[in-house]
């Protein structure tokens, strides 16, 4: 029996605000446990909550950029539960009108996925345990940072898709300016339901539903898993109980938190501390002029503009950072095509080997520019810029000029030093003269290593190319 | 002193004939005498009030003088301040001294007032007796056997024994003119938004509104004037002019127009409340006041409506206190489960829990639309009626109360029949509107109000009718002990 899959995925995006949610504390990471917690944090008797409009503006914003409408009037709810890190008993989140409906992003070959919703909710603080006589301390730091929860229809229907959703998601969000994406630190996280159906069967099977992934790597673990889990229990005749599971990445496995009918009941209701939330046309359409523009439109600029390929594109725009990175560069008057590839081939195979990001490079980019200008100019080949660039990524202090004198890389592009070598490279390889004659295209690049070879390097192989073809047309 | 007026103990104090310093004095000798049989105040500092008092002085020296500097003024304990142990009437805050204070007691510290004391209240202000308090029951000046009313029973106390001159409260359903009326007094719960909820412990959010409670119409201008104010920190405050209540008191009310909802004036009615109120009427009538009858229509869901709405808010609003982060905590728990429930089941009084239980039920899956959904459509519907009302009066004229105090412990065992205490006060809170309650004479000597109701931001109409009745009579000055 085969067995389609279906994905949706909620995402708490941590919203870039200097300030919570709902209070003047600090946003701040990595500060000493509730360093950050002030008395709306605590939920101190008689305190109350006053709506950070950044968090707002950051919301629409996201809306905008995945076409959604925007809502006039939305509200803020309590979410009523009791836990140590939640200090009010009640988290303020929006419940029946949120603030964006209705969006999508595209993935792969123009599939659709929709976006059902995005509202603004503030985080809990940390339960830390065991850190005095296996005591479990609070850190209400990170409570009433803003979060933007957004909410996919099940539209996707692999882990592939779902990873490629997350990591478009992820771009976007970074791109705009509303989180700084960052993982590890949990600003980005994922809750992905899963749920597996007979092929081409209307109705959808059970779901469960993966809490907190926070890297694309889980993700497509967890997702892996348990769709094999779920088919398993299914083609074993067991049922799927609806439930919570969580991703435990030392053993690759899920395993159920709680189910269903433990859930609590959250007696959702409006705030009555805080007035429903209004927004006008005129403030959408200046959130609006602040938007710029969005990947999707700068990967089909690269395409139609710069004529990059396809894929050479989307690594450009996968984040804001490398498209701007190589934005500058083109200003510069370099070779769109040459600059793509040094970047998509060089300079990500470096950050790559040293596990960093583009924010980490520190390449030195005038000197960077210096070289991708050497190679247009012909002054030396690729593949001796290869060589150069590697002093430059470990030194940014190396100079390109210099080096390619002190390694005497310079490029020989005079006709008639190279044709010497191409007339002695012929006379000493008759037999792969031979070969080319019958037609075996590969003795021809053989013979361009030769004269390569020759040149210790030096020659201009598009000069080698083109006056072996006229020597050799002439045996 | 102990008589005097706000605007006389001002007189006094500017013109030098006795300092802030003597008059806190004063008034914490007169609470050293009588708190001991009243029991409205929690918390008494006098170190803390005769510092205050001694910083007055030095601003009067200076002249820099406002209508309250100097002036001790008791302080419901609801209200956050500074240094000071901050209760709401529970256990479960025992233990909290507040670390801030709330905008009220901000305005009256920048007034130069002195903080006399935190009274008494019914605990987290859910009661309209004063019995639900941790801290012991109030008793009402006038008889020491009877409820002084609730929640702001100890504020109320305080003022009509002469123990305060005036007093700060707070009013959810009724918590402000229930005991005013209870205890001989003038209170008024001003439009909800106009005065700051920053920082005053948090019952029902959408009802809660913080008002004063004083010997009379006057004196609640001038208390008014000092607690109205916008505050950024309260997403609910309103951005409003304040406008001078006092110089609006002597407005003319000849040919304006009061309104009688005819559901209050039914059979319903208590016959000697009755003949009160109609004396009341006779008086604005000879005033050249105009008489009306409207109608609130659904006003008799006023009562149901607000025990779904407010236990709901209330339920919520609650959750904080689970023993984490501050107040009372449970000695003996085995785990976090536990904790919570014995910290809870301990620090709550019955009341309390009783609200807690309610509010929780009514906001659960499947009983949501047919609660609090239902009771908020109906409470649209409530102040509908007002709106409608007021297109053809200037205010309506209400009881406070169905009847004159009752005896401590006689309504303890029958939670309903102590919720229809506010019968008659919990309309305008649904609808958000202002409302005073002035003494209007004495049943069985004891003290009976009535009720005028404003529309939004109509203070200064309030107090300008009720000040010109307090100008033909007397009741206002009556105090316990005197002739009545």
Redesign the interface.
């Known amino acids: 029996m085969s067995w389609d899959i279906v994905i949706g995925i909620e995402t708490h995006v941590q919203l870039t605000t200097q300030t919570k949610i709902f209070s003047g504390a600090s946003t701040s990471y990595g500060m000493p446990a509730n360093e950050n917690a002030c008395l709306v944090s605590l939920a101190y008797p008689g305190t109350l909550p006053v709506l950070n409009k950044e968090a707002v503006k950051k919301a629409i914003k996201f809306g905008l950029a995945v076409n959604a409408d925007i809502a006039e009037h939305s509200v803020f709810a309590r979410k009523n539960y009791f836990y140590p890190d939640l200090p009010k008993g009640y988290q303020i989140s929006q419940f029946e009108l949120p603030v964006v409906n209705n969006g999508f992003l595209t993935i792969g070959d123009n599939k659709k996925i929709r976006i059902l919703r995005a509202h603004l909710e503030e985080d809990a603080g940390k339960s830390v345990h065991g850190i005095l006589n296996n005591q479990t301390g609070i850190d209400l730091n990170r409570a009433g940072t803003p979060l933007l929860e957004i909410v996919t229809e099940p539209d996707m229907n692999s882990a592939q898709e779902a990873i490629a959703y997350a990591k478009k998601l992820h771009n976007l969000v970074q791109w705009i300016g509303v989180c700084d994406g960052n993982m590890q630190e949990g600003s980005f996280r994922c809750d992905v339901n899963v749920s597996v159906k007979p092929s081409g069967s209307e109705k959808l099977g059970t779901r469960r539903e993966i809490k907190n992934l926070n890297s694309f790597r889980n993700m497509e673990q967890a997702i892996n898993f348990e769709v094999n889990w779920q088919i398993e229990q299914l083609e074993d005749g067991n049922e799927i109980v609806q439930s919570t599971v969580l991703f435990n990445p030392d053993t690759g496995e899920t395993r159920a938190m709680r189910s269903k009918e433990e859930a609590n009941d959250y007696r959702y209701f409006p705030d009555p501390d805080l007035l429903p939330l209004k927004i006008t046309q005129e403030d959408i359409d200046d959130i609006r002029s602040t938007l710029g523009e969005l990947p999707e439109v700068s990967i089909k600029r690269l395409v139609e503009d710069f004529k990059l390929n396809d894929a050479d594109a989307s690594i450009i725009t996968s984040n804001k950072k490398t498209y701007e990175f190589f934005q500058s560069l083109i200003s510069e008057g370099l070779d769109p095509k040459i600059t793509a590839n040094w970047i998509v081939v060089n300079l990500f195979a470096k950050l790559n080997d040293n596990e960093l990001s583009i924010n980490e490079s520190t390449i030195n980019k005038d000197q960077f520019v210096l070289l991708i200008r050497r190679i247009m100019d012909k002054t030396i080949s690729n593949n001796a810029a290869k060589k150069i660039f590697d002093l430059l990524w470990d030194d940014p202090k190396v100079e390109v000029d210099q080096s390619i004198e002190s390694l005497g890389l310079k490029q020989v592009s005079d006709s008639s030093a190279i044709l010497p070598l191409v007339q002695e490279v012929i006379a000493h390889n008759q037999a792969m003269v031979e070969q080319f004659k019958s037609g075996k295209d590969k003795a021809f690049n053989a013979l361009v290593g030769q004269v390569m070879k020759l040149s210790k390097g030096k020659a201009n192989p598009g000069q080698v190319s083109e006056l072996l073809k006229d020597e050799l047309n002439k045996v | 002193m102990k008589n005097l007026s706000l605007k006389e103990l001002n007189l006094g104090l500017s013109s030098k004939k006795f300092s802030s310093e003597e008059l806190t004095k004063f008034f914490l000798n007169e609470i050293k005498i009588s708190n001991p049989k009243i029991n409205a105040f929690i918390t008494v500092d006098e170190e803390k009030s005769l510092q205050q008092a001694r910083d007055a002085d030095k601003r009067i020296s200076q002249n820099n003088i406002n209508e309250l500097t100097g002036i001790p003024i008791a302080q419901k304990d609801i209200?956050?301040a500074k240094g000071w142990k901050?209760t709401?009437g529970s256990k479960m805050?025992d233990n909290?001294y507040?670390?801030?204070d709330?905008k009220v007691i901000e305005l009256f510290n920048q007034s130069g007032a002195v903080n006399l004391g935190k009274t008494n209240m019914d605990e987290f202000a859910m009661g309209s007796s004063n019995e639900t308090s941790y801290y012991g029951e109030v008793r009402n000046p006038w008889n020491l056997d009877y409820v002084p009313g609730g929640s702001s029973g100890g504020s109320a106390a305080a003022v009509a024994s002469g123990m305060a001159p005036a007093s700060t409260a707070t009013d959810t359903g009724g918590s402000i003119r229930q005991p005013s009326s209870l205890c001989g007094l003038t209170g008024l719960k001003p439009t909800y938004g106009l005065v700051s909820?920053?920082?005053?412990?948090?019952f029902?959010?959408?009802l809660d509104q913080a008002g004063p409670i004083a010997k009379s119409a006057e004196d609640c201008a001038l208390m008014l004037k000092v607690m109205a104010a916008h505050d950024?920190?309260?997403?609910?405050s309103i951005k409003q002019n304040i406008p001078d209540y006092q110089k609006s008191l002597d407005h003319p009310i000849k040919g304006k127009t009061i309104g009688l909802p005819k559901e209050f004036f039914n059979d319903d009615l208590n016959q000697e409340v009755k003949i009160v109120l109609e004396q009341v009427i006779d008086s604005y009538q000879k005033m050249g006041v105009n008489f009306k009858e409207i109608s609130l229509a659904n006003s008799h869901l006023s009562i149901p409506v607000y025990y779904v709405i407010a236990p709901?808010?209330a339920?919520?609003n609650?959750?904080?206190y689970?023993g984490?982060?501050?107040?009372y905590r449970a000695k003996e728990f085995k785990d976090?489960e536990e904790m919570?429930l014995k910290t809870r089941e301990q620090g709550f009084g019955e009341e309390v829990k009783r609200r807690i239980l309610v509010g929780?039920y009514v906001?659960?899956?499947g009983y949501?639309d047919a609660y609090?959904l239902k009771a908020q459509k109906i409470r649209r519907l409530i102040a509908h009626d007002f709106k409608n009302a007021f297109k053809e009066c200037d205010l309506i004229l209400a009881p406070s109360c169905p009847s004159t105090a009752f005896k401590i412990g006689d309504k303890t065992e029958d939670p309903v029949s102590m919720y229809m205490q506010d019968m008659y006060t919990i309309s305008t809170n649904l609808a958000g509107l202002p409302a005073i309650s002035s003494p209007a004479g004495f049943i069985n000597k004891m003290p009976v109000g009535f009720q005028l109701i404003g529309n939004y931001f109509d203070e200064a109409t309030i107090l300008n009718f009720t000040h010109q009745y307090q100008q033909i009579t007397d009741w206002h000055q009556k105090t316990p002990g005197t002739d009545i």
Request: aromatic content about 18%; hydrophobic content about 35%; some cysteine.
């Open positions: 209200f956050c901050t709401c805050l909290f507040s670390p801030y709330s909820r920053f920082g005053m412990i948090a029902a959010s959408s950024t920190r309260d997403s609910t709901a808010e339920s919520s609650l959750s904080r689970d984490v982060k501050f107040g976090l919570y929780t906001l659960s899956a949501y609090y």
